[in-house]
């Protein structure tokens, strides 16, 4: 008799226990994504777009210029009569605005993306975070234009910034009339959070009641 009760709870037991890894099994089936699902164009274009861009800012701080040269559209380096002369146009935009010895390369951001069959474009915006002795933080906003001719896999560059925005249709004849660049700014954040902060701590006028005229 004890022996037969054993069995009907050890069979409990292993029926409870199955369900219970079963249940587990079937929702982690449900919850791991399907990693067979091909990336769309969209996707690969953007991720493409970043990490070239990311090489041709790190080439520049670096001073790695085949490499800032290589990534560069042909267009502009033609535009300044051939790759010494337009090297010599970059580098000394670079050492214009020198980077500081705690500075680090420029934050990237996709900001548009187009296409038109399998040639992409677009615009990266690079925000460069620096110190001026006089008036503390800076950011600098700046944008990338670039082209891919091959649906979104490799990627050429020019910098907006080292040009007006008008020349950059002349550079680049090929770029999509509809493909917006913004105009680049310097933002001091140290001012801008002090002028904040000033504005905040002035006493808010009250309105005086209205007063109704006697007919």
């Not at 226990?17 to 990336?39: C, G, K």
Request: net charge neutral; charged share 25%.
């Amino acid at each position: 008799m004890i022996q037969t009760v054993k069995r009907i709870v050890t069979c409990a037991l292993f029926f409870c226990l199955s369900n219970i890894v079963h249940a587990q099994d079937q929702i982690a089936t449900i919850s791991t994504p399907d990693q067979s699902l091909p990336e769309s164009d969209t996707a690969i274009a953007i991720r493409q777009a970043l990490r070239f861009a990311d090489s041709l800012v790190k080439a520049s701080f670096y001073e790695e210029w085949p490499t800032y040269l290589n990534l560069s559209n042909p267009s502009a380096i033609k535009y300044y009569g051939g790759k010494e002369a337009f090297k010599e146009h970059v580098v000394t935009i670079r050492f214009r605005g020198e980077a500081k010895i705690e500075e680090k390369p420029e934050k990237l951001q996709l900001i548009t993306l187009m296409n038109d069959v399998d040639k992409w474009q677009c615009v990266i915006e690079k925000v460069r975070e620096w110190f001026d002795e006089n008036r503390g933080k800076v950011k600098t906003y700046t944008y990338l234009v670039g082209e891919s001719t091959d649906n979104g896999l490799t990627w050429k560059f020019i910098d907006a910034s080292h040009n007006s925005l008008v020349n950059v249709i002349y550079i680049m004849p090929s770029i999509f009339g509809t493909l917006a660049i913004p105009e680049g700014k310097t933002v001091y954040v140290d001012e801008v959070a002090a002028q904040e902060a000033a504005q905040a701590a002035q006493p808010v006028a009250k309105k005086k009641p209205a007063v109704k005229k006697l007919k």
